[in-house]
């Protein structure tokens, strides 16, 4: 098994150049860092290191356990301070916002997560506009948002955010619809449907309302606006009783009424990018907020 001390004499060595600097840059013996570079090549089977009078430079397989054994170095500083960062909070308390589809399917996994660390969630469900200026104006820690490829979110630049999943939109039309006879909707179909009544989203900004009025707009169309609402039960409900079209998110349409026909999109564009947003400095967020990514992660991962 690999020591990290041979790890670190072999980084000290291609950085410095000489076994001798390496052992000054690491605070150890010239003999140390022989004695782990050696077994380091006992290990593999080759020699990582090539000497002569002018130093020592890394051979070709030298450069590959190089770049492997940094990362091997980064994850385990990495696991050292979040452990350390973590014993000293104590149990915490994070203040977290969501828009609420993700909430439902979301949220209890994170929150059964983060409270076996000592992390409580004060969590708040609202839509993505609001979140986003909540996480700017610092009155949450930490906000679960969408946008869409092509469509960026007005974060400040301290604001760092983290890709948790890709959420695919369904054309939910009703059943007896012409394109609910298609297995699935290409462009040109889905541009055919700008004489249609949509439902639209209540809060101004959604990006869901923003595709479709934007694919519209290129072709010199309006969207005909029937209903607006940020409940998908609701603008399911609708389609199924023949009052409109809209775009919906998968996460949203896991049980749809009967009378709703559902079909995937092709254009690979036509999907919801949930990130996780927080603020912190140029090193990346606070321990509690990594934490939670991680939740997020594994959470999402169970529901797979």
């Avoid at 559902?262 to 254009?267: F, N, V």
Wanted: hydrophobic residues 45%.
């Amino acid at each position: 098994m690999i020591d990290l001390r041979q790890l670190q004499a072999l980084s000290a060595v291609a950085a410095e150049g000489s076994v001798s600097r390496a052992a000054v840059r690491l605070g150890w013996s010239q003999p140390t860092v022989d004695y782990h570079l050696r077994n380091l090549d006992n290990l593999v089977g080759t020699a990582l290191t090539s000497r002569s009078t002018r130093g020592s430079t890394l051979t070709a397989a030298g450069s590959l356990m190089l770049e492997r054994g940094s990362e091997i170095l980064a994850l385990s500083d990495r696991a050292l301070t979040d452990v350390r960062e973590l014993a000293q909070l104590g149990r915490t308390r994070l203040r977290f916002g969501t828009f609420p589809t993700a909430a439902a399917h979301l949220l209890p996994g994170i929150a059964a997560r983060l409270t076996e660390l000592g992390i409580d969630l004060d969590a708040v469900l609202t839509e993505v506009a609001p979140l986003v200026e909540q996480v700017n104006q610092n009155t949450i820690d930490a906000a679960l948002v969408y946008t869409a490829s092509g469509y960026g979110l007005p974060f400040r630049s301290e604001v760092h955010t983290t890709r948790i999943l890709r959420d695919p939109l369904l054309l939910a039309v009703p059943e007896h619809h012409s394109a609910a006879q298609r297995e699935s909707i290409d462009l040109p179909t889905l541009r055919s449907l700008h004489e249609e009544a949509w439902v639209f989203g209540a809060t101004p900004g959604d990006t869901i309302d923003d595709i479709v009025r934007d694919l519209f707009t290129a072709d010199g169309h309006t969207a005909e606006v029937a209903l607006r609402t940020d409940d998908y039960t609701v603008v399911l409900g609708m389609v199924a009783a023949g009052l409109g079209v809209g775009l919906v998110p998968k996460l949203a349409a896991a049980h749809p009424p009967a009378g709703v026909a559902l079909r995937p999109l092709e254009d690979p564009r036509f999907a919801r990018e949930i990130l996780l947003a927080a603020k912190g400095p140029a090193s990346g967020p606070p321990p509690a907020v990594r934490q939670l990514a991680e939740a997020l992660r594994r959470t999402v991962e169970s529901l797979a």
